[in-house]
């Protein structure tokens, strides 16, 4: 499954390890170099250590896999929740209601309780693309 790795550049494993191949990256200072990926925080650095493992074949530990999911997993609820009530929330209307149901991988689920709109939806998942990840999948339920 696709999933956020680098929150600061907002960069999905898919995007990157596309990008590593087509570019020839061969270690992560090459891919923070190239990409950015790795080169801020530096929190994605396991992530990226992970994805070239897979792109040549290595080994890596399901311990070390495990970790880097729930590691990602959490900083990318963060990176959601700060992008969504930190900016988005406070320019909609008063009236409106929004809650975050879920993140899971590149998928965000959210309900709009009160001041849902055709619209609305399309305003809030344009600002999470833009700030957090082109390729999150913004769904309402």
Do not use: Q
Not at 6 to 14: A, E, H, I, P
Not at 53 to 63: K, M, Q, R, S, T
Not at 91 to 105: F, M
Request: charged content about 30%; proline content about 3%.
């Amino acid at each position: 499954m696709a999933r956020l790795i680098c929150r600061c550049m907002g960069l999905s494993s898919r995007r990157i390890a596309e990008l590593v191949r087509a570019r020839g990256l061969a270690d992560v200072d090459a891919i923070a170099e190239s990409l950015g990926a790795g080169g801020g925080c530096g929190s994605c650095r396991p992530d990226l250590e992970e994805i070239l493992a897979d792109l040549c074949g290595a080994p890596l530990g399901e311990a070390i896999r495990r970790e880097n999911r729930v590691r990602g997993e959490a900083a990318a609820l963060r990176r959601v929740e700060a992008t969504l009530f930190g900016s988005i929330v406070a320019r909609l209307p008063a009236a409106t209601e929004l809650e975050l149901v879920s993140v899971a991988g590149l998928r965000v689920e959210l309900h709009v309780a009160r001041g849902d709109s055709p619209e609305l939806r399309a305003l809030v998942a344009e600002r999470l693309r833009k700030v957090v990840c082109g390729e999150l999948e913004v769904v309402f339920s």
